[in-house]
Each structure stands twice: as structure tokens, then as C-alpha cells.
Nanobody, 128 residues
């Protein structure tokens, strides 16, 4: 069973930076697509960024393109989301999620229902 734990959230001023971590235990992340999602109060969960099992494919949603970066450290079995130039609208609970990478060249899964394993979430608040 893959277990995911997010960390790194907190309160930051607009324009600031945070790095979220998604640490895995139980299984190696090497065979999994990992996605970062976020959910603001009263809104649906939305995809933010994804990385393939080989790291050859990554995706950033339009609202975060140019500001966020996704990466993986295989030695630490951890995926990161570096968030720069944060805006108040980035305020949300951020979740990481995993699904086995069985795509055979298909596009990265982007919908929450396509992911089997979820962390508990970490709060990110961007406010002055």
C-alpha cells in the first residue's frame, strides 16, 4: 500500500515561496505518476501539476505555469512542488496523489478520480 504524506505548507505573504513535499512510504514512487491537487473552501478539487514515473513528462496547470515547478528525488522517495510568486488565489489545501503509470505513451492523468492513493493534505495560505 502506497502511503503519501505532504508537508511544507504554511502562511506566506504574496510574492513569497514555499516548497511542498510529498513523501512516500510502503512502496517506491518509481512506478507512479504523482499529481498535486488543491482545494479551496467552497471550490472543487483542481489539478495543479503532475509528473510521470520516468520524470520525462510533467504538466503545470495554466494558473501556476511559470511560477510552480514539480520535481522528484528518487533517493528520498519524495516529490516536490516548488511554489514561487505566490498569490492569494493560491490559498488552498494541497494534496499529493499517486497512480501507477500504465499509460504507454498516453497523456498524464489529470482528474482526481484517476488517482488511487492520497495524502492528508497541507494548508497553504497566502495573505498579507
Amino acid at each position: 500500500q502506497l502511503q503519501l504524506v505532504e508537508s511544507g505548507g504554511g502562511l506566506v505573504q504574496p510574492g513569497g515561496s514555499l516548497r511542498l513535499s510529498c513523501a512516500a512510504s510502503g512502496l517506491t514512487l518509481d512506478y507512479y505518476v504523482i499529481g498535486w491537487f488543491r482545494q479551496a473552501p467552497g471550490k472543487e478539487r483542481e489539478g495543479v501539476s503532475y509528473i510521470s514515473s520516468s520524470d520525462s513528462s510533467t504538466y503545470l496547470a495554466d494558473p501556476v505555469k511559470g511560477r510552480f515547478t514539480i520535481s522528484r528525488d528518487r533517493a528520498k522517495n519524495t516529490v516536490y512542488l516548488q511554489m514561487n510568486s505566490l498569490k492569494p488565489e493560491d490559498t488552498a489545501v494541497y494534496y499529493c496523489a499517486g497512480t501507477l503509470d500504465l499509460r504507454s505513451g498516453a497523456l498524464l492523468p489529470k482528474a482526481p478520480y484517476e488517482y488511487n492513493f492520497w495524502g492528508q493534505g497541507t494548508q497553504v495560505t497566502v495573505s498579507s
